[in-house]
C-alpha cells in the first residue's frame, strides 16, 4: 500500500504533538490532505488512514456490522440502497494489516489506541481473520496513557477512552488493568461528579458492566459520590431538580436493591420537594410537567398523601395553563360553485338511501390512507415525528399522541386534520340530502338501523330530531351513548361475553365499555381497520375527539353541543347502518388513490386533499359510491 506523502506528513505530525488533540482534529487534518491530492492515487492508499478517525464509536447496536467502530450516518441512494459515512464495507485486508503497522509503529497514545482496536475489532469482518490479542493489549494500555498523560481534548474523551478500556480488560481478562482502569475511573469519577459532568456514563459503566469486579467498598464509594451530588441538586442555592432526577435513576434502584426503604423514601421525597419547588416559580405550562414529575417521585417515595397533593395543584395548574396557550387557525376559500358540483356528485336525486350511503362512505378515510399521509409526513419534517405531543383536558393530561412507543398516535392527529377541512362539506352534504329527499327523523333512522345494531328506535329518532331542529345539547347527550349500544351488540351478535367483573367488588359485573369492545378482535375484524379506527378515534381514544368519555363522564361542556360534533355523530350512525359496505368502499378508495399515485407521483397528498370540486369528484369516484347499496336489508 502507497501511502501519499501528504497523509504520512498529517500522521507525523500529529504522533509528535505534545499538546492535546481528539481524534475529530485528526480526521479534518486527513480529509484536508485528501482532498488537495492532484496526483492519482488508490482510494484505499488514501483512504485507509482517513477512515480509521472518521469512524464511529460504540456503535455495537448500529449497522452494518454491530462492532465498537461503525460509520457516523447512513442514508440511501438513488436506489434505494442503503449507504453507509464512511462506507466500512469497503474495508479490505490490506487495510487492516496497514492499522497493524501503524499500531506498531506509532507512539502517540490516542493514536496508537485507534489503530490497535480498530484491528481488534474489525478484523474478522473487514478480512475475514481473527484478531491478535497483542492489539487488544496494546489499545488498553494506550487509553490509559492518553488519560494518565493528559493527551486528550476534553474530559469527554477521557471517559470514553477509559470505558472502551475496562470493556477490553473485562473482555480478554486482563485482571490487572481491568483494576488499574477501575480506579482511574473511580478517581475521574469524583472529579466529575464535583462538576456535575461525565459522572453518569462513568457509574453506568463501571456499574452495568458484570466482569468489572466491582467490590462492596467500591461501590460504597460510588453511591457517596452519588449522594453527594444529590445534596448539591437539591439545596436552595445551587437547586437543580433534573440533575437531582438523574441521580436518583441510580440511588432507587440501588437502595431498593439492599431494601434499604428508608433511603428510598428519603431520595424520592427529596426530588419530589425540588421539582415542586421550581414549579411554584414557573409558568403553569412548566408547572404541569414539572408537578407530574414531582407527583412520580412521591409515589416512588410511598408517601400515598403528598401525591394526593401534588395531583390536585397539577390539576389545577392545568386548567390556569389554558390561559397561557395560543391557538393557530388557517383559512381556505371553497367557492360556492365546487360544493356545488361535489354535492351533485354526492347526492343521488332517486334514492335518498344511495345519498345517504353516499354521504357516510365519503366522509371516512381509511386507516391505510392515514399510514400514507404519516409516513410522507415523518420524511418532510423527521424531528418533529419523533416528538410526542400531549392532549390537554380541562384539568388533566388525556393523552399523549407520537414517539417512538406510539405507532398509531400520528394517525389520529392526521386523522383529525382529513375531518377539519370536511366540515363544511359534510355540513353541506347532510343538509342537501335532507332537504332533496325531504327527510323525516324516522327514515334516518330507519338507514341507521339497517344493521340492525341499535336498540332503542324511538331514542334513535329523538337524537335525530334533536339535530335537524338545531338542539344540538340533546343531540350530542341522546346519541353518543347509543354508538356504545350499538357496539355491545355488536358484540354480543359475534358471541363475545358483553360484562366483566366489579373491580374491588368480587361476584359483582358491570357492562363493558366503549373501549373494551372496540379492544375485541371479533369486533375489529368485523368492522375492518377503517371504520374501527375511525370510530375510535371519534368516541373512544384520548388522542381523538373521545366523545363518549367526555359525555359519558360528564366532561363535556355546554361548548361541545357544536352542529360539528353532532354532524360527526349523525355521520358515524350513517356508517355504522352500512359498515360492511362503507368497509368494502374503504378498500376500493384505497385502490384507486394508490393507482392514480402510481400513475402520477407528483401529484402531492396536500393536492388530492384539496376540497375543490376536482378532488371531490375523485374523492367520490375513489369510493364507488355510484355503486348500488350491496348487502344489508334494503328499506321500500
Known sequence: MQIPDTIEAVIAEFDGRAEPFDTHTLQSALSRARTALVDKTASSDAWADLVAFAVQAEQEDSPPWNTYFGPMGSGTDSDGKVVYFPDIRQLTPDIVDHWEQRADAIMHPIMKARYADLVWDLSRNAANRRPDVR?????????????????????????????????????????????IVKDMMIALFHVEVEKDGWWQHLYEAL?????????????????????????RF??????????????????????????????????????????????????????????ETAAEFARRAGDGERLKRLRVEREAAIREAASELKSFSYSHEIKKSDIDDFLGILIDDEDWQQSLFNIAARFITPKQELRHQAKEGAA?????????????????????????DDEDGPLYSYADFARQPNRLLLSKALDAAVERHQLSPEEIAAFVQ??????????IVAGIKAWMEGDYVKCLFVL??????????????????????????????????????????????????DIHFWVRAIFADGRGMNLRNLVAHGLASREAATYYNCETVIHSMLMLGAYPDVAAACVRKVKAREKRRAETAAISEADEDEPSAEGCVAAVEDAAVDQPILGGRRLV
Open 135 to 179: 492489539f487488544a493489549r496494546v489499545a488498553i494500555e494506550s487509553y490509559i496513557a492518553s488519560v494518565a498523560d493528559g493527551r486528550n481534548a476534553d474530559d469527554h474523551d477521557d471517559v470514553e477512552a477509559l470505558k472502551r478500556a475496562l470493556q477490553l480488560a473485562t473482555s480478554i481478562r486482563d485482571n490487572e488493568n481491568t483494576e
Open 207 to 231: 456499574t452495568t458492566n458484570r466482569k468489572s469486579g466491582l467490590t462492596p467498598d467500591q461501590k460504597r464509594v460510588l453511591i457517596a459520590g452519588l449522594e453527594k451530588a444529590l445534596a
Open 234 to 291: 437539591i439545596a436552595d442555592e445551587t437547586l437543580n431538580p433534573h440533575g437531582a432526577e438523574r441521580v436518583a435513576s441510580h440511588l432507587l434502584p440501588f437502595h431498593s436493591a439492599a431494601e434499604d426503604f428508608d433511603s428510598v423514601m428519603r431520595v424520592g421525597l427529596a426530588v419530589s420537594e425540588a421539582f415542586e419547588k421550581i414549579a411554584a416559580n414557573g409558568s403553569r405550562l412548566q408547572a404541569m410537567a414539572w408537578l
Open 380 to 404: 418532510k419534517h423527521p424531528l418533529m415525528a419523533m416528538v410526542s405531543v400531549s392532549v390537554i383536558a380541562d384539568d388533566h393530561v388525556a393523552a399523549r399522541v407520537g414517539g417512538e
Open 450 to 459: 339497517r344493521t340492525g345494531l341499535f336498540s332503542d328506535f324511538a331514542l
Open 480 to 529: 353518543v351513548p347509543q354508538i356504545e349500544d350499538a357496539f355491545r351488540n355488536l358484540a354480543r351478535s359475534l358471541g363475545e361475553s358483553v360484562t366483566k367483573d366489579r373491580r374491588g367488588q368480587k361476584g359483582w359485573e358491570v357492562s363493558t365499555n366503549l373501549g373494551d369492545l372496540l379492544a375485541m378482535e371479533k369486533v375489529k375484524a368485523e368492522l375492518g381497520e
